[in-house]
């Protein structure tokens, strides 16, 4: 899950500019019944971002900090996400970040396949605007849209190209506050992404 309890001190990201690209689409997510999550959610918590990133990151479903804020991946994980982007010369401001569910499942548990499709129609639509060269799965339930079947700890940091685009499938960054041992191993994947990102030609024009 995206949230997890906090552990020391974590920065809260400031309330970021809505792409008014998005306006339609996160106010009928904002709407959305199509599933129980609807029933006990504060807020939905649709993605962030420019609405047209060369890279798009997408989870799982947001957690008790994200559903307070409504903007994915602002509690611990996510500041573990931001040192991973830093580390390879990105932020929030120059990539999209969305999950596969929008609401927060309670408890954090995981989310169930029914919420998942209920929500598919959402992240299709948010895919096609953006229309990225590199997807970057974070966990199991957004690597299962491209990998079905496969295990994230055996094709962790090993890209599919689909499409036109590279597909590159990665740890949770939450995995990493349950075992320190990941957190070197996610570090490494995303130490890989630069050469995917020479490959695919983003930023040779800048």
Not at 98 to 120: F, L, Q, S, W, Y
Not at 127 to 154: C, D, E, H, Y
Not at 193 to 202: D, M, Q, S, V, Y
Request: hydrophobic letters at 40%; one cysteine or more; aromatic letters at 6%.
């Amino acid at each position: 899950m995206t949230s997890m309890p906090p552990t020391g001190h974590t920065s809260t990201p400031a309330a970021p500019t809505v792409d008014p690209t998005w306006a339609e689409l996160y106010e009928e997510i904002a709407d959305c019944p199509r599933c129980i999550l609807a029933r006990t959610r504060t807020q939905s918590v649709p993605g962030v971002g420019p609405s047209t990133a060369d890279i798009m990151f997408i989870g799982e479903a947001p957690g008790a900090r994200e559903d307070e804020r409504g903007i994915p991946f602002v509690g611990a994980s996510g500041q573990f996400l931001d040192e991973l982007l830093a580390s390879i010369g990105l932020s929030r401001d120059t990539v999209y970040i969305a999950n596969v569910v929008k609401c927060r499942p309670p408890g954090n548990r995981d989310p169930e396949p029914t919420e998942i499709e209920a929500c598919a129609p959402y992240l299709d639509r948010q895919i096609a605007q953006v229309n990225p060269k590199i997807i970057v799965t974070l966990g199991r339930f957004s690597m299962a849209r491209w990998f079905p079947g496969q295990s994230i700890s055996r094709i962790h940091g090993e890209p599919k190209r689909e499409g036109g685009r590279v597909i590159v499938p990665m740890f949770h960054p939450a995995a990493a506050l349950h075992r320190g041992d990941l957190r070197s191993v996610i570090h490494a994947d995303f130490a890989r992404l630069p050469a995917f990102i020479a490959e695919a030609g983003i930023g040779a024009s800048e």
